[in-house]
T-cell receptor, first 118, second 113 residues
Framework: GAGVSQSPSNKVTEKGKDVELRCDPI?????LYWYRQSLGQGLEFLIY????????KSGLPSDRFSAERTGGSVSTLTIQRTQQEDSAVYLC????????????????FGPGTRLTVL | GDSVTQMEGPVTLSEEAFLTINCTYT??????LFWYVQYPGEGLQLLLK?????DKGSNKGFEATYRKETTSFHLEKGSVQVSDSAVYFC????????????FGAGTRLFVKA
């Protein structure tokens, strides 16, 4: 398809286990974002990629969270030793944001991965 | 740091009522401003945008004007419909030094028939 896809759509795990969440951005989009949306909360920025580099990791909640992007395309968000407070919907978005100022930077969102930590 | 503040919800209106959802921002430089909408059971999608001061974004009867003097980007619609019930997010993206996007907390709108 032409949109952003994420997998799995749902993930239930036990406390202390590691999980990997995958995002496939729109082809050709250079920018990729990860957000977390907890129940009844807004979007919490986690990390942003421009190509394979992550200029801004400031939103990662702890060192249990890491992300990588390869080939300027697929990205993986890894949460190690999951805790119950990690339960949320993890959203990925991509955009055609370039490396120079230009203003318009619409993000296209995937359907999200709902993570439940028991 | 950059931030976005929007009015708390939920907002409950009757059909055909006038809607305003306030949004103010703090940012260095000249960010682009956006409203995103999340309909029940659906993903986030862009509703409208404005990329410079005094620009007016509009879509589906919604409008918002980029006001640099008041650092605001209030969302308005003259006559809401039941189908407008959703969560609305105000957001900004810097245009320099990267493209980090900051979202407001979201405002839930309920429209009654």
């Amino acid at each position: 398809g032409a949109g952003v896809s994420q997998s799995p759509s749902n993930k239930v795990t036990e406390k202390g286990k590691d999980v990997e969440l995958r995002c496939d951005p729109i082809s050709g989009h250079t920018a990729l974002y990860w957000y977390r949306q907890s129940l009844g909360q807004g979007l919490e920025f986690l990390i942003y990629f421009q190509g394979n580099s992550a200029p801004d990791k400031s939103g990662l909640p702890s060192d249990r969270f890491s992300a990588e992007r390869t080939g300027g395309s697929v990205s993986t968000l890894t949460i190690q030793r999951t805790q119950q407070e990690d339960s949320a919907v993890y959203l990925c978005a991509s955009s055609s944001g370039g490396t120079s100022g230009g203003g318009y930077n619409e993000q296209f969102f995937g359907p999200g991965t709902r993570l439940t930590v028991l | 740091g950059d931030s976005v503040t929007q009015m708390e919800g939920p907002v409950t209106l009757s059909e055909e009522a006038f809607l305003t959802i306030n949004c103010t921002y703090t940012a260095t430089g000249y960010p682009s401003l956006f409203w995103y909408v999340q309909y029940p059971g659906e993903g986030l999608q862009l509703l409208l945008k404005a990329t410079k001061a005094d620009d007016k974004g509009s879509n589906k009867g919604f409008e918002a004007t980029y006001r640099k003097e008041t650092t605001s980007f209030h969302l308005e619609k003259g006559s809401v419909q039941v189908s407008d019930s959703a969560v609305y997010f105000c957001a900004l993206t810097r245009n320099t030094g990267g493209f980090k996007t900051i979202f407001g907390a979201g405002t839930r709108l309920f429209v009654k028939a």
